[in-house]
């Protein structure tokens, strides 16, 4: 029986529909069926105890890895998923890119800086994936153009402070965030916002010149529309 078949059957029946198919449950609920998933059965049977918890985690690992959307954030199958995925910005990355797993917003940044350091070093474009998915989950968090744009320059700001980050895994940062933000209609750059404020951090820790120096070296492989907004933050600090 195909997935049309048995929600047809649900909804005549009047019979519980295990499905996952969020567009399908959707359908199927708004004609009176009840709907189940496969995260609601996993969560009974741990909450009754017939599922061991180390169990469960792996079951929902291998949903990860499947790209099944809207776990939420669960940080040990998510690390579990990761280490399946080798680090690759894939099931993992959809996961922490939809607005469901960022009830913790500082949990799920930790965790992509977490799996940002294992790739920095060997995969810049596994740099920009995750940039990008977790500025969209991020924008989709945000609300209106204002706090999306908001929300991305303070993980950014976050970003260059990072000890791995370097003139060759900048133009992938940068990629990432803006391949994040293409869709978002009015949303600004936050480019220039998350550099500014770097800087003036920078300055403040340091002196004028440590942080100019720091953020031309940083931004010396980027485009020149980024080099030119790395000197005009400059320009107007002094």
């Not at 690992?61 to 990761?82: Q, S």
């Not at 485009?223 to 002094?238: H, K, M, W």
Request: some cysteine; overall charge negative.
């Amino acid at each position: 029986m195909d997935w049309l078949s048995a929600a047809d059957y649900a909804i005549s029946n009047g019979v519980p529909l295990w499905c996952d198919d969020v567009l399908l449950a959707q359908v199927a609920r708004s004609e009176g069926a009840k709907v189940f998933n496969t995260i609601d059965v996993l969560n009974h049977r741990l909450a009754t105890g017939a599922l061991a918890p180390e169990l469960a985690d792996s079951a929902l690992a291998a949903l990860i890895v499947t790209r099944h959307v809207d776990l939420g954030f669960r940080a040990g199958p998510l690390t579990l998923a990761l280490g399946q995925d080798a680090w690759k910005p894939t099931g993992a990355a959809l996961a922490i890119s939809r607005p469901a797993a960022w009830g913790d917003p500082e949990r799920v940044v930790t965790f992509v800086m977490t799996a940002l350091r294992q790739v920095a070093a060997s995969d810049a474009e596994a740099v920009r994936g995750w940039v990008e998915a977790a500025s969209l989950g991020l924008g989709r968090i945000g609300g209106d153009v204002t706090a999306i744009s908001t929300n991305v320059a303070i993980f950014l700001q976050a970003l260059i402070k990072e000890a791995w980050l370097g003139p060759s895994q900048m133009p992938f940062v940068v990629l990432g965030i803006r391949a994040a933000l293409a869709g978002q209609d009015g949303v600004g750059d936050p480019l220039e916002e998350a550099i500014a404020g770097h800087y003036a951090w920078a300055a403040r820790q340091s002196s004028h010149e440590l942080a100019a120096t720091t953020l031309i070296w940083l931004f010396a492989q980027c485009e020149e529309r980024d080099r030119a907004t790395v000197a005009r933050v400059i320009l107007r600090a002094r």
